[in-house]
T-cell receptor, first 114, second 112 residues
Framework: DAGVIQSPRHEVTEMGQEVTLRCKPI?????LFWYRQTMMRGLELLIY????????DSGMPEDRFSAKMPNASFSTLKIQPSEPRDSAVYFC????????????FGAGSRLTVL | AQSVSQHNHHVILSEAASLELGCNYS??????LFWYVQYPGQHLQLLLK??????LVKGIKGFEAEFIKSKFSFNLRKPSVQWSDTAEYFC??????????FGAGTRLTVKP
């Protein structure tokens, strides 16, 4: 298995633009997590899905952020409009039913909003 | 709200020194406990985990952690660190086998 695949790896955009980050979880995993990592706040849980259903989105900063999981093999995190304070590394992670509650992380998407 | 606290933001050690990184969590029912490591430029990887049983857990690369239920703690230890242990270390807690919350991380710098 190729692991959790995230794209893009790096994105630089201007304030006000829409940003879409993508994640492909490990095949067979039924839970998917989005995290944001910054120097100031560490690793924050934004949202997680079980069986494609959002379970807890209380970590989503504000309405500018939205996440979807239309099927078991794909999820998106969208920021519209983006702001400089959204600059961070966004990680996706997945977990299997029999995975002993262990997350497997993707390589992350580094977002810079100018 | 459930939370995870890591006491040290940045730790600097010389090679062969002993390491202990603190982690405390707020109580919220059944918990699974983890330590993840993030080497420079890489993504997070599992170092060790505790679900039940022996509260002293052995992980990879000589790391271990001890779950002390009465103190809501899960401290990470290594008797003798190496330069290659330079990384950021994250404590994580899963409550009732659902979400996974991470601490703010501790940056470890090992001087050769």
């Amino acid at each position: 298995d190729a692991g959790v695949i995230q794209s893009p790896r790096h994105e630089v955009t201007e304030m006000g633009q829409e940003v879409t980050l993508r994640c492909k979880p490990i095949s067979g995993h039924n839970s998917l997590f989005w995290y944001r990592q910054t120097m100031m706040r560490g690793l924050e849980l934004l949202i997680y899905f079980n069986n494609n259903v959002p379970i807890d989105d209380s970590g989503m900063p504000e309405d500018r952020f939205s996440a979807k999981m239309p099927n078991a093999s794909f999820s998106t995190l969208k920021i519209q409009p983006s702001e400089p304070r959204d600059s961070a590394v966004y990680f996706c992670a997945s977990r299997g039913v029999s995975g002993a509650n262990v997350l497997t992380f993707g390589a992350g998407s580094r977002l810079t909003v100018l | 709200a459930q939370s995870v606290s890591q006491h040290n933001h940045h730790v600097i050690l010389s090679e062969a020194a002993s390491l202990e990184l603190g982690c405390n969590y707020s109580y919220g029912g059944t918990v699974n406990l983890f330590w993840y490591v993030q080497y420079p430029g890489q993504h997070l990887q599992l170092l060790l985990k505790y679900f039940s049983g022996d509260p002293l857990v052995k992980g990879i690369k000589g790391f271990e952690a001890e779950f002390i239920k009465s103190k809501f703690s899960f401290n990470l230890r290594k008797p003798s660190v190496q330069w290659s242990d330079t990384a950021e270390y994250f404590c994580a807690v899963s409550y009732n086998n659902n979400d996974m919350r991470f601490g703010a991380g501790t940056r470890l710098t090992v001087k050769p």
